[in-house]
């Protein structure tokens, strides 16, 4: 596995969006993958949409997309290191939404370069990407 994806990156997928869908397409399967947050994340998006056919759309392309995805868990590992990250930040007023900061550490604990369009993310010290340029 080499990318971890933001929950930016998932939403332009599902959206149809050329840039990342060719950055996809011409990746192995084996070497992409999602946090558990950016799942949580999109099902929230989802719901939060009222009823209507762009619901249904991107229901239907997160079942789609979704279902290609390896999914990261939520280990121990990932709980100490968003626990330091969290503290640091905090300590220097530096403060980071907790989802976007455990994505970023889901990419620090595995090793994972992150795809996003987020900039916020580059003060963390990770190997980032942005597949929607």
């Known amino acids: 596995m080499k990318f971890l994806l933001?929950?930016?990156t998932v939403s332009a997928l599902m959206r149809g969006e050329p840039h990342a869908a060719v950055r996809v397409a011409g990746t192995p399967r084996e070497d992409i993958a999602i946090?558990?947050?950016?799942?949580a994340e999109i099902e929230f998006g989802l719901r939060y949409l009222p009823a209507s056919?762009?619901?249904?759309?991107?229901e239907a392309q997160w079942s789609a997309v979704g279902a290609e995805l390896i999914r990261l868990p939520w280990s121990d590992e990932v709980s100490r290191r968003?626990?330091?990250r969290k503290a640091k930040l905090e300590k220097v007023g530096r403060r980071m939404s907790d989802?976007?900061?455990?994505i970023a550490v889901h990419a620090l604990v595995f090793g994972l370069t992150?795809?996003?369009a987020d900039r916020a993310f580059g003060r963390l010290g990770l190997s980032i990407?942005?597949?929607l340029d």
Do not use: H, I, K, P
């Open 82 to 84: 968003f626990g330091e």
């Open 129 to 131: 990407e942005n597949w």
């Open 114 to 116: 992150l795809v996003t």
């Open 99 to 102: 989802f976007d900061l455990a």
């Open 6 to 8: 933001d929950t930016n």
């Open 53 to 58: 056919m762009r619901r249904r759309a991107l």
């Open 35 to 39: 946090s558990q947050v950016t799942a």
